[in-house]
């Protein structure tokens, strides 16, 4: 923070507050305690402005990954796409008297949502392609061949290191099926998310209907409850995107996908 905003910290009050009673228990006079409180107050005003100068912002988060196009999640971003489209043009037409300072700001949740959705879709691809790396059948060919070999060497190196190509052969088998199952939930997540900004369009369409009839203060109430409903939509897509992002991370170090929690469940829904 700056010299102003330290100034107008409370702490800065509190702590010369103290200092001043601690001087007056000393028994100083008047005049010394008002410069002891002041001191006080000032150097901790220098000394918080001076250690918050040189601190970075937080980095912005990374562009998304980008999307493969003929694939479900790239399906499910168009949708959201023209629904976000769809969700701005009507916002712009929101009478100004059932708009507070929280609805005015629809539009950009609306964006950020979309963001998301963009970001855990590109995630899709990216799993999609690291999976299509793995043979499931070819690795399941090889491990019977791997195990039968083994259960048929006597030597007991030999058959120390065929133990080891199948458990390596085993290990990518499991790292196939933990990344289908991370690459089955973030779609889903994809679908759930596009189908829930076509859900707040079509629900701000009807608000937008019962304004004109004259129902103003519903209307309102209504606006108010969409825009808690699109913070959340928007919540829970970063919050998916965190855990496939360390679910991904852990597939390209250490293969350790299933140690992660994928995104959270979501209803059924069809798929349009």
Request: proline share 6%.
């Amino acid at each position: 923070m700056g010299l102003r905003d330290e100034a107008r910290d409370p702490w800065t009050y509190i702590l010369a507050g103290i200092a001043g009673g601690v001087a007056w228990a000393l028994g100083l006079p008047g005049l010394a305690i008002v410069c002891v409180a002041a001191a006080v107050g000032g150097a901790r005003t220098i000394a918080g402005a001076a250690l918050g100068v040189g601190q970075l912002p937080s980095p912005p988060p990374p562009p998304p990954l980008p999307t493969q196009d003929a694939t479900p999640e790239a399906a499910w971003l168009e949708r959201a796409e023209r629904a976000v489209s769809s969700f701005d043009r009507l916002a712009g037409s929101i009478p100004d008297q059932i708009l507070s300072e929280r609805t005015r700001s629809m539009g950009e949740q609306a964006k950020e949502t979309l963001l998301g959705l963009r970001r855990l879709g590109g995630q899709a691809s990216t799993t999609r392609g690291m999976a299509a790396e793995l043979d499931q059948e070819q690795l399941r060919e090889e491990a019977a061949q791997l195990e039968h070999r083994r259960d048929r060497e006597t030597d007991p190196e030999i058959r120390l290191e065929l133990s080891r190509s199948l458990e390596s052969v085993k290990e990518q088998r499991d790292i196939a099926r933990r990344l289908e199952q991370s690459l089955t939930q973030i779609v889903a997540r994809v679908e759930s998310g596009a189908l829930g900004l076509e859900r707040l369009v079509a629900q701000l369409a009807e608000i937008l209907a019962l304004s004109d009839t004259g129902a103003a203060t519903s209307g309102a109430d209504q606006l108010e409850e969409l825009a808690d409903e699109l913070e959340g939509l928007r919540s829970g897509l970063a919050e998916a995107e965190q855990l496939s992002r360390r679910a991904l991370s852990g597939s390209g170090t250490s293969g350790s996908v299933a140690q992660e929690p994928g995104p959270r469940p979501v209803d059924e829904k069809g798929s349009g």
